[in-house]
């Protein structure tokens, strides 16, 4: 009796999770005409507005790597709202969607947006996600377009996607008169971390000013590790000698002599 019981019992939630199933699944498709609707809310969207109007969007973001032409026709969609006149808000939420479904068809428009004060953080933001060499390329374009913040903003993506590319305009930019400018490019050669990175780390560490002879210092040790890591042990080592002098810090000494220790494969 029991046994028929438990047969029946798994029957019918067999039954269930059949009917259950397709349910989640047409949930799970975006509705469209709700989609239209949240797109007319985003025209003037601003903070402090119910942001549940949206997620139609967010939900048609997620669901869209199943249909890759459902996916290009949402980025170009959303992309077509950032060279609209809509308020800061809808447009925050539209990078933050392209961070997502962004190709390099997204670029330009982000790209345009990266010499605006209000928008270039999460311009920035989605060009970091946006797979392929040309967002990064954008942003490379962009450094002698912006100043200050937005300078620094930039280097610290371009350190983000470690563009080897790079290394020359940022190489450029360490003896510049904007020293968090400076500080940022020494910190992203670091990161990148290629020989060619090592070389202008290592001229510039060597006559950095003193508010910035720290900064270049955690930078050469950055690109030596990544160096390090990247089996590179003579240039490595070269960097981390150049280090353990007496006029840097104990620290520095200290994370030079670890570094030393570590490419001779010791404790």
């Given at each position: 009796m029991f046994r028929s019981?438990?047969?029946?019992?798994?029957?019918?939630?067999?039954?269930?999770?059949?009917?259950v199933l397709p349910c989640l699944a047409a949930a799970a498709a975006p509705d469209q005409a709700a989609v239209d609707k949240a797109f007319d809310a985003l025209k003037t969207f601003q903070w402090g507005q119910e942001r549940k109007t949206l997620i139609?969007?967010?939900?048609?973001?997620?669901?869209?790597?199943?249909?890759?032409?459902?996916?290009?026709?949402?980025?170009?969609?959303?992309?077509?709202?950032?060279?609209?006149?809509?308020?800061?808000?809808?447009?925050?939420?539209?990078?933050?969607?392209?961070?997502?479904?962004?190709?390099?068809e997204s670029v330009p428009v982000l790209a345009a947006l990266l010499p605006d004060k209000d928008l270039s953080h999460m311009a920035r933001f989605a060009l970091e996600r946006v797979p392929g060499a040309e967002a990064v390329k954008a942003m490379r374009e962009a450094?002698?377009?912006?100043?200050?913040?937005?300078?620094?903003?930039?280097i610290n993506s371009l350190a983000v996607r470690r563009d080897a590319e790079s290394v020359s305009a940022l190489a450029g930019l360490l003896e510049g008169s904007d020293q968090q400018v400076a500080?940022?490019?020494?910190?992203?050669?670091?990161?990148?971390?290629?020989?060619?990175?090592?070389?202008?780390?290592?001229?510039?560490?060597?006559?950095?000013?003193?508010?910035?002879?720290?900064?270049?210092?955690?930078?050469c040790l950055a690109c030596a590790d990544r160096l390090l890591a990247a089996g590179k042990k003579a240039e490595a080592m070269a960097i981390y000698k150049s280090l353990t002098g007496p006029e840097q810090p104990k620290h520095v000494r200290l994370a030079a002599t670890r570094g030393l220790l570590a490419a001779a494969g010791k404790k």
């Open positions: 019981i438990s047969i029946l019992i798994a029957f019918t939630a067999v039954l269930c999770l059949g009917c139609p969007i967010e939900e048609a973001v997620m669901a869209s790597p199943k249909d890759a032409a459902a996916q290009k026709a949402l980025e170009a969609r959303l992309a077509a709202v950032l060279k609209t006149d809509a308020p800061r808000a809808a447009k925050d939420f539209v990078c933050r969607q392209l961070s997502y479904i962004g190709s390099a450094l002698p377009k912006v100043d200050g913040q937005l300078k620094v903003g930039v500080a940022a490019a020494a910190a992203a050669l670091g990161a990148i971390g290629t020989p060619e990175a090592a070389q202008a780390l290592e001229k510039f560490q060597k006559k950095a000013p003193e508010k910035l002879r720290l900064a270049a210092a955690d930078a």
